[in-house]
């Protein structure tokens, strides 16, 4: 089946510690982000790559870092910079071609990772 | 900036009644319009995506409309089930743009 996965699903880190969030997509899509989600807002993006080697920051990047070394990946790494990393972490990948038609660039994502920092 | 806004916040509803969900945005400069359901603690799951050149997207009991001049969608559900019960979420991705910009939602319960 394809999909995208994220790991682990619930993640635990000391204040100061990086950590990394893990996102593979074997739909051999082009497109990937990564979303943060807080209680009672939206999703907010942090980063997006749409080709290999190559992302862009989005509106919250502080903090954070990607690598896009393969399409099928796309891992963050939360810094100790990051000053309220505590949050619900969503990946998601797109392409030009869906079930919408040519062009539609229809989002999918993964089950997301909770990320905990005491 | 591309603001998108989703009204009402919450909605409750009995069993079998039609409902609409509303999202607002305030550039109509789009290149496609997506729906999403959330379920809680879980990922986001594609209901309908309406291309910029589409007025209307169907799937099921799902029914979803765009007007670009008016910078507004809304999402018709027909004939509510409790398991529809869930956070309902719109995203727009602006032209010239990978990026997509989501409402907060609305969290939707249908009573049995």
């Known amino acids: 089946d394809g999909g995208i996965t994220q790991s682990p699903k619930y993640l635990f880190r000391k204040e100061g510690q990086n950590v990394t969030l893990s996102c593979e997509q074997n739909?051999?899509?082009?497109?990937m982000y990564w979303y943060r989600q807080d209680p009672g807002q939206g999703l907010r993006l942090i980063y997006y790559?749409?080709?290999?080697?190559d992302f862009q920051k989005g509106d919250i990047a502080e903090g954070y870092s990607v690598s896009r070394e393969k399409k099928e990946s796309f891992p963050l790494t939360v810094t100790s910079a990051q000053k309220n990393p505590t949050a619900f972490y969503l990946c998601?990948?797109?392409?030009?071609?869906?079930?919408w038609g040519t062009g539609g660039y229809e989002q999918y994502f993964g089950p997301g990772t909770r990320l905990t920092v005491t | 900036k591309q603001e998108v806004t989703q009204i009402p916040a919450a909605l409750s509803v009995p069993e079998g009644e039609n409902l609409v969900l509303n999202c607002s945005f305030t550039?109509?400069?789009?290149?496609?319009l997506q729906w999403f359901r959330q379920d809680p603690g879980k990922g986001l799951t594609s209901l309908l995506l309406?291309?910029?050149?589409?007025r209307e997207q169907t799937s099921g009991r799902l029914n979803a409309s765009l007007d670009k001049s008016s910078g507004r969608s809304t999402l018709y559900i027909a004939a509510s089930q409790p398991g529809d019960s869930a956070t309902y979420l719109c995203a727009v991705r602006g032209s010239g743009t990978y990026k997509y910009i989501f409402g907060t939602g609305t969290r939707l319960k249908v009573l049995a």
């Open positions: 739909l051999n899509h082009d497109a």
């Open positions: 998601a990948s797109s392409s030009g071609a869906s079930r």
């Open positions: 790559s749409h080709i290999v080697n």
């Open positions: 550039d109509s400069a789009i290149y496609n």
């Open positions: 309406i291309q910029s050149s589409q």
